[in-house]
């Protein structure tokens, strides 16, 4: 209540807010196939483009946004990049599902590529290192990362530990994503509807698992009641991560936790190696704490 009362004084300040949306999805033929050919050309650089990149895979398009203090000029920027890619590419679409359309065989779906660069190659490599890891299929899951920040003069009208407004933000922010994470699950029941599964993303174990949604297909696979598969052991998933212990307590808390993280080996990526026949087939043989 104490810091509802602070706030309350200067209203205006929440007007200061800033947030800004990375949406990704898959792009798809007319006949809603995923699509296998490159990064269009008329959409620019992925690797220097500000609004338009790729993420996982060569089909798979990221539409970022720049901050905006109002939610009416945010959404209107995305609509003015999504409708500069759709116009660009009249013979495609966008998928509008987190789980991915019917997918062609692991082997043929294309990673991104960016050019020869160093730090091109990087990313390249980065994402070969995850198609070894995990597979190429569950990184064709798309998703939209949502940025927020607080206007700086906030944080010191707000009862909060620190000698300094840097030290405040961070305890803030900190205090920000616990309670983030506190409420995760009801967000998930609210807006993470993903109730089905195309059958081309299972493998026959998990498959049985699940129920047809017309019986005797192969198509589409659900389960009764079902709010999130995207967010279950089915989806998005990282099996090593389970040995990472998150901290949210501190930030220099959770700086260690990532630093230990990119620089403990795991056993199963070690004994993967760096590099094949010449090649760089992963970045390192550390856990990673992003995927």
């Known amino acids: 209540m104490q810091n509802l009362s602070s706030l309350q004084q200067q209203p205006d300040l929440l007007k200061e807010i800033q947030r800004g949306i ?12 995923f699509a296998l050919d490159k990064h269009p050309t008329v959409l620019g650089s992925a690797l220097t483009h500000p609004n338009i990149t790729t993420d996982y895979s060569e089909a798979l398009i990221e539409l ?12 209107m920027e995305l609509h003015h990049v999504h409708q500069f890619v759709v116009q660009s590419v009249p013979d495609q679409n966008l998928w509008t599902q987190s789980m991915p359309c019917h997918l062609p065989e ?28 995990y597979g190429k299929k569950m990184q064709c899951i798309a998703g939209l990362h949502y940025n927020f920040s607080l206007p700086p003069e906030l944080w010191q009208l707000l009862p909060i530990e620190g000698n300094t407004q840097q030290e405040k933000q961070n305890v803030g922010y900190m205090a920000l994503i616990r309670n983030f994470k506190r409420y995760a699950w009801l967000l998930m029941y ?5 109730p089905t599964i195309n059958g081309s993303f299972l493998n026959e174990e998990q498959k049985k698992r ?7 297909e192969d198509h589409t696979y ?4 079902a709010t999130s598969l995207r967010m ?12 990472l212990k998150s901290c949210f307590n501190t930030l220099e808390g959770f700086a260690q936790l990532i630093y230990d993280a990119v ?26 704490p992003y995927n």
Not at 22 to 33: F, L, P, S
Not at 190 to 194: D, I, P, Q, R
């Open 22 to 33: 990375e949406r990704e999805a898959i792009r798809i033929t007319k006949d809603g196939q």
């Open 64 to 75: 970022i946004t720049s901050p905006h203090k109002t939610v009416e000029e945010l959404l």
């Open 106 to 133: 692991e082997k043929d779906i294309p990673i991104a590529e960016y050019g020869t660069s160093n730090s091109g190659t990087l990313r390249h490599v980065y994402r070969e290192g995850l198609a070894l890891r």
């Open 190 to 194: 609210l807006f993470g509807a993903s």
């Open 210 to 216: 699940l129920t047809p949604l017309v019986e005797g």
């Open 222 to 225: 659900y389960l009764p009641y």
């Open 232 to 243: 279950s052991d089915l989806g998005y998933r990282n099996d090593a991560q389970s040995n």
């Open 263 to 288: 620089t403990t080996p795991w056993p199963a990526y070690e004994a993967l190696g760096t590099q094949k026949d010449g090649k760089w087939i992963q970045l390192n043989r550390q856990y990673d």
